[in-house]
């Protein structure tokens, strides 16, 4: 066997074994998944009416009967669907710690230990700071938002026509699902900016200087993300401009650690001089 070939077999079989820890990783996940798809596919129906909880709050806003709200759906295979659409969106909620477990065990053995150390918390941080956001879109905005709709409805005394608002339940799911993906990405905010200050893509000083293009793009990615209307615009877009304050101010704590690190080891270098230089001469 020539030099060239025992190279290829020394490089492959590292190759080998990481595909084979990946696949075991992805089993994991997707099994972990595929319960959690289940489990919440039989009870879709519930919570279904879980996340109709808001929506019957934005009625008694409006001076409307709570117990009588009413959703439909105009296609046989809607409601199927829809169920089907909730249940991986809480199988996918619920997986997660499961998911991102199981990314952290791949990308762990390639890590060193001070690295391991500062992933970590930016792991557990990320879906604490995505339930968060997902909290503030059931408990406020999303009441707020159908109160903003339902107040638009003609239902008064008069010759006027009568509009009442008779939501499809797979539209509603589309827009609290769009609403609790748009906050809890929106959320990550400080963690992909204390992230990138980690790595020196990102910079204290440099996101001062470009905060007032910050406050433009919220606006702009706010009128993207959310339904049109300028309750759920200007309340997605106020929680982006505060989150991007608090990660000015999580980067700056970065740069303060940094330099407290590399003080000490400058220190520690200067120690060692002063001991090694009497045993020299």
């Known amino acids: 066997m020539s030099a060239e070939d025992e190279d ?21 996940a997707l099994g972990g998944f595929f319960v959690a798809f289940l489990v919440c596919f039989y009870f879709a129906k519930q919570l279904f009416n879980l996340l109709v909880i808001p929506f019957k709050w934005a009625t008694d806003w409006a001076g409307l009967d709570s117990h009588n ?33 199981q990314i952290y065990k791949f990308v762990a053995p ?6 391991r150390g500062a992933f970590l918390p930016f792991l557990i941080a990320s879906p604490i700071l995505f339930l968060m956001g997902a909290s503030l879109v059931y408990f406020f905005f999303t009441p707020m938002v159908m109160w903003f709709f339902l107040a ?10 009568q509009i009442s608002l008779l939501p499809k339940v797979s539209e509603y799911l589309s827009l609290i699902m769009t609403l609790i993906f748009s906050f809890g990405l929106v959320f990550q905010l400080p963690v992909v900016t204390t992230l990138m200050a980690r790595v020196g893509l990102l910079s204290s ?13 919220a606006f702009v990615v706010a009128a993207v993300l959310t339904p049109p209307d300028p309750v759920s615009q200007i309340g997605l877009a106020i929680p982006t401009i505060l989150l991007y304050e608090i990660s000015i101010w999580t980067a700056r704590m970065v740069e303060k650690k940094r330099e407290e690190e590399k003080l000490a080891a400058e220190k520690q270098e200067a120690a060692a001089e002063t001991t090694t230089t009497p045993a020299a001469s």
């Open 8 to 28: 290829i077999d020394k490089s492959s079989a590292p190759l080998i074994e990481h595909l084979i820890e990946l696949r075991s990783r992805l089993m994991w």
């Open 69 to 101: 709200v009413e959703l439909i759906y105009t296609a046989p295979q809607e409601f199927f669907f829809t169920q089907v659409k909730l249940a991986m969106f809480g199988g996918l909620v619920i997986a997660f710690p499961l998911i991102a477990a």
């Open 110 to 115: 390639g890590l060193y230990k001070n690295e």
């Open 152 to 161: 638009m409805q003609q239902t008064g005394p008069g010759n006027d026509v």
């Open 205 to 217: 000083e440099g996101l001062r200087e470009k905060r007032k293009w910050a406050i433009v793009i």
